[in-house]
T-cell receptor, first 110, second 115 residues
Framework: QKEVEQNSGPLSVPEGAIASLNCTYS??????FFWYRQYSGKSPELIMF??SNGDKEDGRFTAQLNKASQYVSLLIRDSQPSDSATYLC??????????WGAGTKLIIKP | SAVISQKPSRDICQRGTSLTIQCQVD?????MFWYRQQPGQSLTLIAT?????????ESGFVIDKFPISRPNLTFSTLTVSNMSPEDSSIYLC????????????FGSGTRLTVV
């Protein structure tokens, strides 16, 4: 059973600080990794994707991938109250199936 | 990226009845995906719909309960049949965000309550 694991949280971070969200996956053959943001009552929104080991930056967001350790993380710099949401990690496995984590609830405290 | 119009946005239905959810995409897409998300939980794939062929259902989901139509490359419907309170959930359709780019975009979702 291929799995994607996330801490459910909630993760509480002060405004302006760095929020760090983590995700581990079981299928070593996985190739594509995604972070989605989901506001309460809304549908998931793709915010980052990463394919290669290392860091990928987009504005205040940085995705980090370490295939050897089978984890992917999302850093949010200068956290804002509008970043408060549930963050879903999704991994496309070696069979091109998209496996979803259960999500981490992030709360940014003003 | 692709934009999906999904409707209805919400409905309250009597048990034993059926509801059909529609998704219209503003561009042609090969595959459309139907998901269920129960409160506080992650996404569960129900089926993948390709135009011109029968949908492929995931384990635990069957065509008699969740019939899907895919008449063309921009439209699909999911029907939730013979509903019970356990079917209360959010139903989402999804397509590739952009051609050649991994990652998916979602419709706005249908919040279904069965009473």
């Amino acid at each position: 059973q291929k799995e994607v694991e996330q801490n459910s949280g909630p993760l509480s971070v002060p405004e302006g600080a760095i929020a760090s969200l983590n995700c581990t996956y079981s299928d070593r053959g996985s190739q594509s990794f995604f972070w989605y943001r989901q506001y309460s009552g809304k549908s998931p929104e793709l915010i980052m994707f990463i394919y290669s080991n290392g860091d990928k930056e987009d504005g205040r967001f940085t995705a980090q991938l370490n295939k050897a350790s089978q984890y992917v993380s999302l850093l949010i710099r200068d956290s804002q109250p509008s970043d408060s949401a549930t963050y879903l990690c999704a991994v496309m496995d070696s069979n091109y199936q998209l496996i979803w984590g259960a999500g981490t609830k992030l709360i940014i405290k003003p | 990226s692709a934009v999906i119009s999904q409707k209805p946005s919400r409905d309250i239905c009597q048990r034993g009845t059926s509801l059909t959810i529609q998704c219209q995409v503003d561009s042609q897409v090969t595959m459309m995906f139907w998901y269920r998300q129960q409160p506080g939980q992650s996404l569960t794939l129900i089926a993948t719909a390709n135009q011109g062929s029968e949908a492929t259902y995931e384990s635990g989901f069957v065509i008699d309960k969740f019939p899907i139509s895919r008449p063309n490359l921009t439209f699909s419907t999911l029907t939730v049949s013979n509903m019970s309170p356990e079917d209360s959930s959010i139903y989402l359709c999804s397509v590739e965000a952009e051609e050649g780019v991994d990652g998916y975009t979602f419709g706005s979702g249908t919040r279904l309550t069965v009473v």
